[in-house]
Structures are given as C-alpha cells and as structure tokens.
C-alpha cells in the first residue's frame, strides 16, 4: 500500500510517497515535477547500494559516510563536481541515501545555480520520517551542528519502506529517536495520532511524515511553530558536537532519546510538568528501544557551551520544552537548571528519577 502525504506550501508544494518499491517511481517522478530537466545526477555513498533509474541520462556521485561527509569542504567538492557533469539549473540532482545524503545534497542543489531541483530518495529511518522531508539543509561547523545550510524545498520525497529491511541496528535507532519525539509532540493529522512503536514501519513512517508536514505547512521557515520539531534536540545536537574530536559513536537518533528525557527532566525541574508526564517520556523512548544514560564523560559546562548557539536561540538558553499548554518554545531558560540537570543525569549514570 502506498500513502502520499501532500506538503502544502503554495507554489513550494510537493508530496511525500510512502510505501514498499516507491523508489522505482523516480522516473514518473521526475518527469512530472521537473519537466524541464534534460539531466540528473544522483547523490549517495557507497554502502547505500540502492540503485535507481532518474528517467534521464545521469552520473552517480558518491560521498563520504558519516557527519564528516557534512562539511563546507565537501559541499564545494560536490558543487564541483555538478559543474563538471555539465548539470544546468534546469536540470536535477537526486539524493539516495539518509539524512547525511539528503542534506548534503539539498545544500549543493539550493547553492549550485543559485537553486537547482533536487528530489529526496530516503533509504534509512532517519530520513523518511525527518530529515528528508520539509527543505532544511545543510552542513555542520566544528562549532556546532547544521550551523550553515539553507531553505530549499524538494521537488519530491520518495520513502521506500523496502531499503529499511538492510538497515543496521544503530540505524534502527538513529531513526526511532525521531520516531519518538513524533510521539511526544501530540499533534494529530489526518493519518491518524501519534505514531507508536507497536504499528507496521510504512504506518509509523507515514505518520510521522504527515506531522512534520503539518507543521511545515504552517511555518516553513521556522519562525516558530516548526520549532516544535527540534524537540529533544538541542543537547542531542550539543552531544553530536562535542563529540566531533573524539571516537564517541553517537547515532543522531540515540542522541534525541537521552535529548527527550532531558527536556522532560528540565521541565519538571521548572515545575511545567510533574513526575507522571517524565515517566511517560521514558515509556515512550523505552518502547522503541532506546536508551537515555547521558554519555560517561560529557563535561556540562561544555555541553551548555554548545546548547547556547543553538540555532532556536536569541541570545539566550532556549528549549522546547513540555508543559500545561504541550510542547512549546521556552526562551530565557537559566543556564543553572540546564547544568544541575545535565549534573543529575551524569552522577547518577542514568536519567534522575
């Protein structure tokens, strides 16, 4: 069965295809959303190993694996190489791959011609219920995660729930932590409610991509609601960086589940939500399998360091944060609570109860 979930944003409108095989509709795809193009070139990696056919003559470009590949360097290596290939603005680039791939990919197609079409093949978890859905872009600083990177809607997004089946373990739960935070953010849709662990992938997938349009259909440019979406994220992304240096292997997904505890233990310390609501954000994270230790060794002075040039703040601590209104935008948090929960969570080498 396939779901289309529609992404509304006026003449940016595109749709999101999920459902076993999905990929092999590349062609129609492309032929419908970029009817101008003349030539594709197609972005992935190695170990991807999912072959598609873009319905026009077309190169393959490969790039690194992991967070490294996200890197001013290897956006210019890329756009380079889109000039070599001869690939005009009129053309498109397809990206293969997770969230690496796609917004890698997405930020050389926003900057090469100063906009060229990209449609978005998802081939792990990550990137079909996130990060391939929804035209954020970009690459990552020494400084911080995603710090560079651009607005640029995709023409499409395949989610071809068969290429899930070869996934690795790690990459299972680089996607449930996003699956999860789906799950806390009570939004409904037509879809149905909260996606949950108990229902089949193409469900849970097309559930979460239904919330994210929702909510990117009403602030696109993440002026504020879409906010919302960075639930769980802003120590995910604070331990994704501090980790750049060493050897810690931290999935993206495993780093959002320790995030959503976090963010529900600073709430209940700013009395927003009480120990009932903490214990069912970790039944929630539990359910898909993840764990919420803080990492051994993170220093929380360091982590506050890079939670502050978190990309929702304004000259402030800012979180997403729980309480008697939902999940909300919470600004001005003092930095003493962030350190004593950060304390809290590493003394005791699990999350506080």
């Given at each position: 069965?396939?779901?289309?979930?529609?992404?509304?944003l006026a003449d940016r409108s595109y749709e999101v295809v999920v459902g076993d095989g999905v990929r092999h509709e590349l062609a129609r795809v492309v032929a419908e959303t970029v009817p101008a193009?003349?030539?594709?070139?197609?972005?992935?990696?190695?170990?991807?190993?999912?072959?598609?056919?873009?319905?026009?003559?077309?190169?393959?470009?490969?790039?690194?694996?992991?967070?490294?590949?996200?890197?001013?360097?290897?956006?210019?290596?890329?756009?380079?190489?889109?000039?070599?290939?001869?690939?005009?603005?009129a053309d498109v680039v397809v990206a293969v791959g997770g969230g690496v791939v796609t917004d890698l990919a997405g930020f050389a197609a926003a900057s090469f011609h100063r906009g060229t079409a990209?449609?978005?093949?998802?081939?792990?978890?990550?990137?079909?219920?996130?990060?391939?859905?929804?035209?954020?872009?970009?690459?990552?600083?020494?400084?911080?995660?995603?710090?560079?990177?651009?607005?640029?809607?995709?023409?499409?997004?395949?989610?071809?729930?068969?290429?899930?089946?070869?996934?690795?373990?790690?990459?299972?739960?680089?996607?449930?932590?996003?699956?999860?935070?789906?799950?806390?953010?009570?939004?409904?849709?037509?879809?149905?409610?909260?996606?949950?662990?108990?229902?089949?992938?193409?469900?849970?997938?097309?559930?979460?991509?239904?919330?994210?349009?929702?909510?990117?259909?009403?602030?696109?440019?993440?002026?504020?609601?879409?906010?919302?979406?960075?639930?769980?994220?802003?120590?995910?992304?604070?331990?994704?960086?501090?980790?750049?240096?060493?050897?810690?292997?931290?999935?993206?997904?495993?780093?959002?589940?320790?995030?959503?505890?976090?963010?529900?233990?600073?709430?209940?310390?700013?009395?927003?939500?009480?120990?009932?609501?903490?214990?069912?954000?970790?039944?929630?994270?539990?359910?898909?399998?993840?764990?919420?230790?803080?990492?051994?060794?993170?220093?929380?002075?360091?982590?506050?360091?890079?939670?502050?040039?978190?990309?929702?703040?304004?000259?402030?601590?800012?979180?997403?944060?729980?309480?008697?209104?939902?999940v909300e935008v919470v600004r001005g948090i003092d930095p003493a609570d962030a350190v004593a929960t950060l304390a809290d969570m590493e003394s005791t080498g699990r999350s506080a109860p």
């Amino acid at each position: 069965m396939t779901t289309v979930v529609p992404v509304d944003l006026a003449d940016r409108s595109y749709e999101v295809v999920v459902g076993d095989g999905v990929r092999h509709e590349l062609a129609r795809v492309v032929a419908e959303t970029v009817p101008a193009a003349r030539r594709a070139v197609v972005v992935t990696q190695e170990g991807i190993g999912v072959d598609v056919d873009p319905g026009l003559p077309f190169e393959v470009l490969t790039v690194p694996d992991g967070e490294s590949a996200k890197s001013l360097a290897q956006l210019e290596d890329l756009c380079r190489r889109f000039a070599r290939s001869g690939l005009s603005r009129a053309d498109v680039v397809v990206a293969v791959g997770g969230g690496v791939v796609t917004d890698l990919a997405g930020f050389a197609a926003a900057s090469f011609h100063r906009g060229t079409a990209y449609v978005n093949v998802a081939t792990s978890l990550l990137a079909q219920v996130d990060a391939a859905i929804g035209g954020k872009t970009g690459v990552n600083l020494p400084e911080g995660k995603n710090l560079v990177g651009a607005f640029w809607q995709p023409a499409a997004v395949l989610c071809d729930t068969a290429t899930l089946a070869t996934l690795p373990p790690r990459e299972w739960a680089s996607g449930r932590g996003e699956v999860a935070k789906y799950a806390l953010l009570g939004i409904d849709t037509d879809l149905g409610g909260a996606p949950t662990a108990d229902l089949p992938i193409a469900e849970q997938v097309a559930r979460c991509a239904a919330i994210k349009a929702a909510v990117v259909a009403s602030d696109e440019r993440e002026g504020d609601r879409r906010m919302l979406l960075n639930y769980g994220h802003t120590l995910a992304h604070a331990l994704e960086a501090s980790a750049f240096d060493d050897d810690t292997d931290l999935r993206h997904g495993e780093a959002v589940a320790v995030g959503l505890v976090f963010a529900a233990l600073l709430a209940r310390r700013l009395g927003r939500i009480d120990g009932a609501r903490v214990a069912h954000h970790r039944s929630v994270v539990g359910a898909f399998d993840l764990a919420t230790d803080l990492p051994v060794g993170r220093d929380p002075e360091v982590l506050l360091g890079f939670m502050g040039r978190d990309k929702k703040a304004h000259g402030d601590l800012t979180f997403v944060l729980d309480g008697p209104r939902g999940v909300e935008v919470v600004r001005g948090i003092d930095p003493a609570d962030a350190v004593a929960t950060l304390a809290d969570m590493e003394s005791t080498g699990r999350s506080a109860p």
